[in-house]
Structure formats: structure tokens, C-alpha cells
């Protein structure tokens, strides 16, 4: 059967990810694509000229008023045509709003149009519309046992924020019950690979490309360090297209089907690609020093996360090196920073050389091994006590 699709989004990541999934379902080998919400009357005009013997319609909830009013309009004037609302991060509202727009069905990451494809030939357009609406995912917080997403993020270079959610993602994974995972988000300089000494076969890349997310492909393309599994940077960010950079939502969504808890280590620069993860994070974990300059950045790094829409009771800070500050009040740094104290860590230069030096994590009996596997437990006695929201 002849399909027409036509896909509305201005990410030209998500198009490409989207076309490949119709081309591999079977459904359209050559979408058409609009980088703009069209007027109707044009969208009306592509759909009726189309020689195929059906159309299917994906639209790109980013723009959501104007794509739920595009999903309103066509259930009105072309009721058999598939309306099917895209989200790259699911919530329930948005999920209600695309029901009651009229959608077909609602695709959240990672994009499965599969389903769609083994039911489509089918011909009564009530059946039709139920079942394919009933395969589609609802949105993740309908979904039981998704896996808490942890970000670490450092308000400046050299703060040793990669240090913590290696030690932090290490601990949390000697749990029996916890399968975690620690995905190294910094792609221009991210050392995970290099202060374990691991050899990869495959990084971050290998698994933004792969067509298929499920827990056979994770098992292929983490690298394991004791019970910890670890998704490596690539060794140089120019192999991170804008393609690939489109696939990270679905990762993350694979991710947390697969992993209890997902560890996610950040660069520095608030990037796009760091925006989406912060934003669905369940806890942000800013990691300071004592230092006027970088409180100072940890006040300015808090309130643009609250500005790019990251709530602030998911915002806490984890001061490192304090050991020499006698006179360091985690009362004052929170007046100061906006954001609570959740954890100290002492300075120990010379105990996490030797554990560099030596390709391993810092020795757990030691002093500041104490403190990592202390922080490990309250962020898990913290999770463990609050819900997941999306």
C-alpha cells in the first residue's frame, strides 16, 4: 500500500529520526517535511493532492499550540488521515491536550512507528483509529518502573563535578537492586573512559546511530567497570551532528526503561543538548567550591536553570574541597546560591592522584571514599522517598 507521510517540525533532527522510522516500519520511504506549522488550507492542499491511497500527518508538539490547532482542523475536514502528535518530552498534559485535539496516537521517544506499520492495511477507520492509538506509548510518567535520572553539572571547569558522578554511579550500582548507568554527556572532554582505563569498543555515537534502542543494544554499547555500566564520550565532539544530537531524547527515554538510575555527567556550558536533559532530570546536582567566584557562578548557573524551565526544588548544590574552610556555612552558601547544601566533600588531592594514577576510583575505607559513598546514600535515600515526575 501506498502511503503519503508528511511530517511538521522545525528540528531537523527529529525529521531525520522520524523519516528513518517510517522508511523502516514500511509506512513511507520518502516523507515529505515542513520546517514551519503550514496554514491549513496548505496542509489540506498537500494532503489532497497526494496519489497515494492514504496519509499520515506527524506533528511536532514543540510548536503545540499551533500543532494541536492543525490536529483539530484535519479530524474535522479529513478524518481518515492519521494525525499522530510527537513529543520529545512527554507529559501527561501534553498528552491529554493531543487526545483531546483529536490525534490518532501520541509517539514519545524513542519513536517506535513499528506498531503503526503491522496495523496499517487495516481498512475500518474506527478500528483502525483505536488500535493504533492504543499501540503508542503514553507519556513516561504512566509508565511503571522508569528509571531516576540523576545530573551532575559543574558551575565551572575544574570543579570536580566528573569525579563525583563517577564515585556517586560506582556506589549506587553495588546495590544488587539498582541497575545504573553513567552516561558521559561531555562531549568535548569527557574523561570517564580515561581515569578507568577502559578501552571501548563502541561510545555515546555508536548508540545515537543505532536504529534500534532496547536492552540487547545497551548491552553492546556500554563499557562495564565493576557492576557499573558506562556510555563513554566520543574522543572528539565533531562526530556529534545535529542528526544525532536529535536522537539524544530517545536515548535518554531507552535509557531509563533499561536502568534503574541513569547518571548523567555534564559539561560546563549550558548547551542545547544539556538543556533537555536537565530539564527532565529528577535531581540537578551543581557542584561548587567554597571560593567567592564560585558561588558566584553557582548563584548564576541556578537561576538559568530555573530559567530554562528546571524546577527549583529539583536544584541542589554539592560543595567540594571544603576541608580547608573552617569557617564554610552551608545555611549562608544557600541564602546565597538560592539552592540547598546537600553534601560536603572534603579536599584530598593526594588520595584521588593515587587513584588516577592508578586508573580506579579513590579506596572506600579512605576518608574521602567515606564521603562519596555517604553522598551515594542520601541521594538514594532521597530518591527512594520522592516521586518520579516528568
Known amino acids: 500500500m501506498t502511503q503519503q507521510a508528511i511530517i511538521v517540525s522545525p528540528d531537523e533532527g527529529l525529521v531525520g529520526i522520524l523519516s528513518r522510522g517510517l522508511a523502516v516500519a514500511g509506512v513511507c520511504s520518502q516523507p515529505s517535511a515542513l520546517g514551519y506549522y503550514p496554514e491549513i488550507s496548505e496542509l489540506r492542499e498537500m494532503i489532497d493532492s497526494s496519489p497515494g491511497s492514504g496519509s499520515v500527518v506527524l506533528f511536532d508538539l514543540a510548536g503545540q499550540s499551533r500543532a494541536l490547532d492543525l490536529i483539530r482542523h484535519l479530524r474535522r475536514s479529513h478524518p481518515n488521515v492519521a494525525t499522530l502528535a510527537v513529543d520529545q518530552a512527554p507529559s501527561r498534559a501534553s498528552f491529554n491536550g493531543a487526545t483531546e485535539a483529536g490525534a490518532w496516537g501520541y509517539l514519545a521517544p524513542p519513536f517506535d512507528i513499528v506498531p503503526l506499520a503491522e496495523h496499517f492495511q487495516l481498512r475500518s477507520d474506527q478500528q483502525e483509529r483505536s488500535l493504533i492509538a492504543n499501540l503508542l506509548a503514553p507519556p513516561p510518567e504512566a509508565e511503571p518502573g522508569r528509571g531516576q535520572l540523576l545530573s551532575f553539572m559543574p558551575v565551572q571547569g575544574g570543579n570536580g563535578a566528573s569525579t563525583i558522578a563517577l564515585h556517586v554511579a560506582s556506589a549506587i550500582a553495588r546495590d544488587p537492586q539498582t541497575k545504573a548507568l553513567l552516561l558521559d554527556f561531555d562531549f568535548h572532554s569527557g574523561t570517564a573512559a580515561f581515569r578507568l582505563r577502559l578501552k571501548p569498543r563502541h561510545t555515546f555515537v555508536d548508540l545515537l546511530e543505532s536504529e534500534r534502542l532496547c536492552q540487547e543494544t545497551w548491552g553492546c554499547m556500554v563499557s562495564v567497570h565493576q557492576q557499573l555500566h558506562i556510555l563513554v564520550a566520543p574522543a572528539s565532539s565533531t562526530a556529534m551532528t545535529a542528526e544525532l544530537m536529535g536522537r539524544i531524547p530517545a536515548v535518554l527515554a531507552s535509557a531509563r526503561r533499561v536502568y534503574s538510575c541513569v547518571i548523567a555527567d555534564l559539561p560546563d556550558p549550558l548547551f542545547t543538548s544539556s ?116
Open 275 to 390: 538543556k533537555h536533559i536537565l530539564k527532565v532530570s529528577d535531581r540537578v546536582y551543581l557542584v561548587c567550591t567554597p571560593e567567592i567566584t564560585s558561588l558566584h557562578l553557582a548563584r548564576r548557573k541556578a537561576q538559568q536553570l530555573r530559567d530554562s524551565g528546571v524546577p527549583n526544588d529539583r536544584i541542589g548544590l554539592v560543595v567540594n574541597r571544603v576541608g580547608a574552610w573552617g569557617s564554610f556555612q552551608p545555611s549562608e552558601v544557600q541564602r546565597v546560591v538560592g539552592a540547598p547544601v546537600v553534601w560536603t566533600l572534603d579536599n584530598d588531592y593526594a588520595t584521588l592522584h593515587e587513584a588516577t594514577l592508578a586508573g580506579g576510583l579513590v579506596a572506600e575505607d579512605s576518608g574521602l571514599g567515606k564521603q562519596f559513598l555517604g553522598l551515594a546514600e542520601h541521594i538514594r535515600a532521597t530518591l527512594t522517598t520522592s516521586p518520579v515526575r516528568a
